[in-house]
T-cell receptor, first 111, second 117 residues
Framework: QKEVEQDPGPLSVPEGAIVSLNCTYS??????FMWYRQYSRKGPELLMY????GNKEDGRFTAQVDKSSKYISLFIRDSQPSDSATYLC???????????FGSGTQLTVLP | EAQVTQNPRYLITVTGKKLTVTCSQN?????MSWYRQDPGLGLRQIYY???????DKGDVPEGYKVSRKEKRNFPLILESPSPNQTSLYFC????????????????FGAGSRLTVL
């Protein structure tokens, strides 16, 4: 079993929709939770970062962590075609040496 | 511009022909790492370096070598490439100074697509 499981999609939604992307993890020692966004032919870039449980909001993006159920979510409100990318969840118990990535969910937002 | 630069971006080679993928960062980051990305498997760490002359194996180190002689450079060496090393490779770096929180904020290169025939 992978330490971080993520539905690979692909996920296709109309412009303006609310998008929900999810990951589950198995290691209760994970404390740091991240979402990276990867555009086609590009390297991943950090989108959201949270520590421990709770919500974090940044514009149209909300990251949510539920440590009790080991569940990580990313919500995108008013989705735009420019949000079309692969979204990777990542978790860590401490240093970057221990960073573990999900397999990524490919999202397409249709105009 | 702060960035991680990888070269080559695309490479087709044959089994057994040694190759090196270079990686350079201009942010004075301590941590550098190499990942490979394969469909359905996501990003898997190959090797990791905490600083100059300090390297450690990641999750899939077999068939790869690295060195960290300078802080800015972290080349990935395939001594005898095989077809199962056909993949998309990413170099990444992060800053140790901000503690664990900062160390997890990776800056990635644009990727190097390698095909081994």
């Amino acid at each position: 079993q992978k330490e971080v499981e993520q539905d690979p999609g692909p996920l296709s939604v109309p412009e303006g929709a609310i998008v929900s992307l999810n990951c589950t993890y198995s290691n209760s020692a994970f404390q740091y939770f991240m979402w990276y966004r990867q555009y086609s032919r590009k390297g991943p870039e950090l989108l959201m970062y949270t520590y421990s449980s709770g919500n974090k909001e940044d514009g149209r993006f909300t990251a949510q962590v539920d440590k009790s159920s080991k569940y990580i979510s990313l919500f995108i409100r008013d989705s735009q075609p420019s949000d079309s990318a692969t979204y990777l969840c990542a978790t860590s118990s401490g240093s970057a040496r221990q960073l573990t990535f999900g397999s990524g969910t490919q999202l397409t937002v249709l105009p | 511009e702060a960035q991680v630069t990888q070269n080559p971006r695309y490479l087709i080679t044959v089994t057994g022909k040694k190759l090196t993928v270079t990686c350079s960062q201009n942010m004075n980051h301590e941590y550098m790492s190499w990942y490979r990305q394969d469909p359905g498997l996501g990003l898997r760490q190959i090797y990791y370096s905490m600083n100059v002359e300090v390297t450690d194996k990641g999750d899939v180190p077999e068939g790869y070598k690295v060195s960290r002689k300078e802080k800015r450079n972290f080349p990935l060496i395939l001594e005898s490439p095989s077809p199962n090393q056909t993949s998309l490779y990413f170099c990444a770096s992060s800053f140790r100074g901000a503690g664990a929180a900062g160390a997890n904020v990776l800056t990635f290169g644009a990727g190097s697509r390698l095909t081994v025939l």
